[in-house]
C-alpha cells in the first residue's frame, strides 16, 4: 500500500507546487512593467462610434478565459499527475470526479467577478486606445466591419477552417508528433518513477 502511495504523493506535491506557482507566473505575465501614462479619454464623437464597435467586439473575453485557464491546467495536471503514479482507473475517476467539483467551484466564483471587472474597464482601457489609434471615418469603418452580416457569417467559418486546417496537418505530421509525445511521456514518466522510489 505505502508502495502506491509514495508515487502518488510526490507526483500530487509536484501537481501543487505547479499550481501553486501557477497563478504566481500568470500575474507577472499579466503586470506591465511600467504603467504607461493615461491616454486623454475620447471625444464624443468616437466615443459614439466606439460604443457601436464595443457593443459587436468583445475583448474582455479574452480575460476572462485567461482567468478560467488555471483551472484547465489543473485538470490536466492532476490527470498527469494521476497517470505517473499508477493509481487505478476507479479511484483516478473517482479523484477526477472530485478535483472537478473543485475545479467548477473555482471557474463558478472567479468567472463572474472577472467578468464584471473586465466589462467594467473595457471602455476605460480600449476606448482611449481606439481613439488615439483610429480617426472617426476609420472608427466609423471599424464598426461597419464588425457589424457587418458578412463577419457573423465569416465567424461561423471560423472553426470549419481550423478544422479543416488541422486534418491536413493531422494527416501531414501525426506520426511524428504520436512518436514525440510517446518520447517524452516515457521520458517524462521514468523521471517521475525514478524520483518517486528514492524515498
Known amino acids: 500500500m505505502n508502495a502506491l502511495l509514495r508515487p502518488l504523493s510526490y507526483a500530487v506535491a509536484a501537481l501543487a507546487l505547479a499550481l501553486a506557482a501557477a497563478p504566481v507566473a500568470h500575474a507577472q505575465a499579466a503586470a506591465p512593467a511600467a504603467a504607461p501614462a493615461p491616454l486623454p479619454a475620447p471625444d464624443a464623437e468616437k466615443q459614439k462610434v466606439i460604443d457601436r464597435i464595443l457593443a459587436s467586439f468583445h475583448p474582455e473575453v479574452a480575460i476572462v478565459q485567461a482567468a478560467q485557464r488555471p483551472g484547465i491546467e489543473a485538470m490536466q495536471k492532476s490527470v498527469v499527475a494521476l497517470q505517473a503514479a499508477h493509481v487505478p482507473k476507479d479511484r483516478m475517476e473517482k479523484t477526477m470526479k472530485d478535483i472537478g467539483a473543485d475545479v467548477q467551484k473555482y471557474i463558478d466564483t472567479t468567472t463572474p467577478i472577472v467578468t464584471a471587472s473586465a466589462k467594467k474597464f473595457t471602455n476605460q ?75
Do not use: C, H, Y
Request: aromatic share 4%; charged share 20%; net charge neutral.
Open 125 to 199: 482601457a480600449v476606448g482611449p486606445l481606439l481613439a488615439q489609434s483610429f480617426s472617426v471615418d476609420e472608427l466609423k469603418q471599424l464598426a461597419a466591419m464588425f457589424e457587418s452580416p458578412l463577419k457573423d457569417r465569416f465567424d461561423k467559418l471560423v472553426p470549419q477552417l481550423e478544422t479543416a486546417i488541422g486534418q491536413k496537418v493531422q494527416a501531414d505530421v501525426a506520426p511524428q508528433v504520436n512518436k514525440n509525445i510517446q518520447a517524452m511521456t516515457e521520458a517524462v514518466g521514468t523521471k517521475l518513477r525514478v524520483a518517486a522510489t528514492l524515498n
